[in-house]
């Protein structure tokens, strides 16, 4: 159940807001519950705001901001993905439309939304809250569309590709193939972790896995030794994005290393899963010897999201949206699976 706020100003009053802060934490409250806060802080006060739920989309809230654009802050904001998964910005006309995509129903979340007045000691400008609790159930059950068939109680390993000093490709609009791939990794971690998984990650932030200064190879196999000290590790999946000098390459593609057949059963689980969420061209599963991929003492396979130097699929592996739709996707995948091969 939530607690919407509409803040108004009277029509002579109205003001052109450029937002020019942005921060988010998390928090418990008096009575233990763990809370997400939002804050967007802006050039000017007196707000006009309107907060609304669509049905047909029951994990989204939306928030009309009158007469402001979007300045320095994100279009694209990845959260904490235990309450709050991601927020979009997007302009219509004067306005601001905000998409807070929150982990469950909104009908599972209580929420606030309010105005600030500055805080010049904190030097916070007047800004616009969003407070989100967590579900009334357990913060990492898994609802609707993110839930998994045959995967509790397996080992998973998630490689983000590249990090750190490497920043893997760039697209044309300078976004990085690094941040793509931490993003992505940290939602399939959450889910799978929902959905009773063991998930061990190779990285959780931005860093090198191996150290500053390592040669191409140590960084690699410092990601198959994450691998080799979990004996319980059943598959590993590394994360990427695919690059080429012709911008016009498109498309999803997989790749393995034909240790055994599992490794080909798992890199065709998750490409089908892929392509049928995505709807990108199908470039099917390829052989590869790929460093992570033929090193590898179980079931491996390197996922190619898409192409970041072809600017349409650039502009999707920089959404929120679809690096959420690319995450689940591939724990589908992974399900599909551990399915196909039983315990």
């Known amino acids: 159940m939530g607690f919407i706020g509409l803040g108004s100003v009277p029509a002579q009053a109205a003001v052109n807001h450029t937002l020019n802060y942005f921060h988010y934490n998390t928090f418990k409250d008096d009575d233990g519950r763990n809370w997400v806060r939002i804050e967007m802080g802006m050039n000017k006060g007196e707000l006009e705001y309107e907060v609304s739920e669509n049905p047909d989309r029951p994990y989204h809230l939306i928030l009309t901001l009158k007469n402001t654009n979007r300045g320095d802050v994100k279009k694209n904001i990845g959260l904490d993905r235990k309450i709050a998964r991601y927020m979009t910005l997007k302009n219509d006309h004067r306005d601001m439309v905000v998409t807070l995509a929150v982990t469950d129903s909104l009908s599972d979340h209580e929420y606030k939304v309010y105005t600030a007045e500055a805080d010049r000691k904190a030097k916070k400008p007047y800004r616009l809250v969003i407070e989100v609790a967590a579900d009334k159930g357990a913060q990492h059950k898994a609802l609707g ?199």
């Open 145 to 343: 569309d993110e839930s998994l068939e045959g995967v509790e109680g397996f080992t998973v390993v998630v490689d983000a590709g590249h990090g750190g000093s490497d920043t893997g490709a760039i697209g044309p609009s300078y976004v990085r193939e690094k941040d793509v791939t931490l993003n992505i990794a940290l939602d399939v971690a959450r889910i799978l972790e929902a959905n009773g998984v063991n998930v061990v990650m190779t990285r959780t932030t931005d860093v090198d896995v191996y150290g500053p200064n390592a040669t191409d190879k140590q960084e690699l196999q410092a990601r198959v030794n994450v691998s080799r000290r979990h004996p319980e590790a059943d598959i590993f999946v590394s994360i990427h994005c695919n690059a080429f000098t012709n911008s016009s390459a498109r498309g999803t593609g997989t790749y393995y290393y034909a240790h055994g057949y599992r490794d080909s059963l798992l890199a065709q689980q998750i490409q089908d899963e892929m392509v049928a969420a995505t709807g990108l061209r199908d470039r099917g599963i390829n052989q590869a010897r790929f460093y992570v991929l033929r090193n590898s003492w179980i079931p491996a396979t390197l996922v190619e999201t898409a192409f970041i130097s072809n600017p349409y699929e650039e502009n999707m592996l920089a959404s929120a949206e679809m690096q959420h739709t690319m995450a689940l996707a591939i724990c589908k995948g992974i399900s599909n699976y551990f399915q196909s091969i039983g315990r």
